[in-house]
């Protein structure tokens, strides 16, 4: 049975938390707490592999950092840009391909849109947004 999209999230979640000091959010929030990544569903392509045999689910995750300093911030932003090391998010997100059986596999797309963000409350983020493909 495919996996909903309930699971896939859960899954990209559970293996984001793998970055210390991260916060992830399922859902997009109003005032979000920084360093954090926002997971989006952007689309879901049916019937990718013969005949209902699999649908690729495209979300957007967004990496986004308080800037109360800009090197700090911008630091953050790469080494969460990174194609692999503790802060990567390709690493993080590739390291079980499945996300905990959820999956058939997931590839995290290219990584882009560097900005600035403001927080309902005023204050200045900057972020990253991160194409995922997920097959289940």
Same mark, same amino acid.
């Given at each position: #049975?495919?996996?909903?999209? &309930? ?5 990209? &979640? !559970?293996?984001l ?13 109003? =005032? ?14 049916? !019937?990718?592999? #013969?005949a209902?045999?699999?649908d690729?689910? /495209?979300?957007?995750?967004? #990496? ?5 300093? !800009?090197?700090? &911030? ?7 840009? @990174? ?7 390709? &690493? @993080?997100?590739? @390291? !079980?391909? =499945?996300?905990? %059986?959820?999956a #058939? ?7 882009? %849109?560097? /900005? ?10 900057l ?8 097959? @289940?």
């Amino acid at each position: #049975m495919p996996a909903t999209i &309930a699971e896939l999230r859960t899954g990209l &979640a !559970d293996a984001l938390s793998a970055i210390a000091g991260f916060r992830v959010y399922q859902d997009i929030p109003d =005032t979000p707490s920084t360093p954090c990544a926002v997971l989006e569903l952007r689309r879901v392509s049916y !019937d990718t592999v #013969m005949a209902r045999g699999a649908d690729e689910y /495209q979300f957007t995750v967004t #990496m986004l950092s308080g800037r109360a300093d !800009d090197r700090t &911030a911008q630091a953050r932003v790469e080494a969460a840009v @990174a194609g692999s090391g503790p802060q990567s998010i390709k &690493a @993080a997100l590739e @390291a !079980d391909p =499945t996300l905990g %059986g959820a999956a #058939m596999t997931t590839r995290v797309m290219e990584a882009g %849109g560097l /900005q600035s963000f403001d927080r309902n409350d005023g204050l200045q983020l900057l972020g990253v947004e991160f194409q995922v493909s997920i097959y @289940a």
